[in-house]
């Protein structure tokens, strides 16, 4: 039997657009994973006055109590998948003290500096920051610019730099602490 063609519209990938495949949710929830690893070792009133769902919160402190691997291992990935539904900005905002201001503005330069030069400024960033994906920085600087050319505003414009930054950032922590 012969096999259909199938014709895509243009309306088909419009609408993937902008979507994350399935890879990169896994790693979206590896990089949260590692981040809940960071936010479990601030000290128990810090995690207390995160203002998260008290799910997250008691995930965090039950962590500290567990002492087998692979149950930490578990007890990360269900607190990365719950970081999911929390505000990246805010999260960041509590573990980016500990790199200090003139790491904080370092990281801005770069990714002002890999919107502005693209794969060279990305590939640099990449070769100092291990946990760093090329793709994923790529997409969040496609978006940059896809906003910019369509002069979207500058609220649009500074909310897809936004993610590029918390995304920077996330990428600092990890690569800071592996």
């Known amino acids: 039997m012969a ?3 199938q014709r895509f519209t243009e309306d088909d ?6 979507r994350a495949s399935k890879t990169e949710q896994k790693k979206a929830v590896q990089r949260m994973a590692a981040l809940g690893s960071q936010l479990a070792e601030l000290p128990k009133k810090k995690i207390e006055q995160l203002p998260v769902e008290e799910r997250l919160i008691e995930a965090l402190l039950d962590v500290q109590l567990i002492t087998s ?15 999911r539904n929390e505000d990246e900005t805010m ?16 990281l801005l330069r770069w990714v ?5 030069q693209g794969d060279p400024a990305i590939k640099e960033f990449m070769k100092m920051h ?9 997409q969040h600087i496609l978006r940059v610019q896809r906003d910019i050319q369509k002069n979207l505003g500058e609220d649009a414009i500074a909310e897809s730099k936004q993610g590029l930054t918390n995304y920077v950032q996330q990428v600092a922590l990890i690569s800071e602490n592996s």
């Open 13 to 18: 990938f419009e609408s993937l657009e902008g």
């Open 112 to 116: 002002d500096r890999m919107i502005a």
């Open 69 to 83: 691997h692979e149950a930490r291992r578990r007890q990360f990935l269900r607190i990365g998948k719950l970081l």
């Open 91 to 106: 999260i960041l905002s509590y573990l980016t003290p500990q790199q200090g201001l003139k790491k904080q503005a370092q």
């Open 130 to 138: 291990k946990a760093a994906e090329h793709h994923a920085i790529r």
């Open 3 to 5: 096999r259909r063609t």
